[in-house]
């Protein structure tokens, strides 16, 4: 091949790697699958040992709150099960309520994953830990014939304030509660 020839090809190959869906969306960062902070829509199972009437699933709210029996609102957002134990229990304490508390704090429901583009059932869908893109477009029923299939692009909230980040995920990759997943369509 001439000196021309493979300047052609080169941009040629330059140019339909730019015209890829997505080649202009950064790579999205690692989500860390260990220690789960609570966000709006979760819904929690607080116990309160010894204390039936402190015992309860709660939802947090869009502020990142629950509302609980004698505490009132408690702002959770962003903190993880164990954390949202110590403070039940200092509060509790503090206010003279209960002795010596022992709280639990469990999820019950994970805020839902949003599933759009190139799959056969488009939707919203109940996340699962340690669920993949791949294991998340399996449950909106597979990619359609059109998908590009080694990637797609996310949105998530990444704080409480609602700060969304979108990146490009690769098949292999943990999806987030509260992911907005778009597989893109293929050019032929």
Same mark, same amino acid.
């Given at each position: ?61 869009? @502020? ?5 029996? #004698? $505490?009132?609102? %408690?702002?959770? &957002? /962003?903190?993880? *099960? ?43 869908? @109940? ?5 993949? #893109? $791949?294991?998340? %477009?399996?449950? &909106? /029923?597979?990619? *359609? ?44």
């Amino acid at each position: 091949m001439t000196l021309r020839g493979t300047v052609i090809c080169a941009l040629a190959a330059l140019l339909l790697a730019g015209c890829q869906p997505g080649a202009n969306v950064a790579q999205m960062p690692n989500y860390v699958v260990y220690g789960y902070t609570l966000g709006s829509g979760d819904e929690i199972r607080i116990i309160t040992f010894g204390e039936d009437q402190l015992t309860g699933d709660f939802r947090v709210g869009d @502020e990142g709150n629950v509302a609980l029996p #004698l $505490l009132g609102d %408690v702002h959770v &957002a /962003g903190m993880t *099960t164990t954390q949202v134990d110590r403070l039940l229990e200092s509060q509790l304490a503090a206010k003279g309520l209960i002795r010596n508390p022992s709280v639990s704090t469990e999820v019950v429901r994970y805020r839902p994953i949003y599933v759009l583009g190139e799959v056969a059932r488009p939707g919203q869908y @109940e996340f699962h830990p340690n669920m993949t #893109l $791949l294991s998340a %477009v399996a449950i &909106a /029923g597979g990619f *359609t014939y059109r998908a590009v299939e080694d990637y797609a692009v996310v949105v998530r909230t990444v704080n409480t304030n609602g700060r969304a980040l979108t990146g490009l995920v690769q098949a292999n990759s943990f999806i987030a509660p509260g992911d907005v997943i778009k597989v893109y369509m293929r050019h032929f």
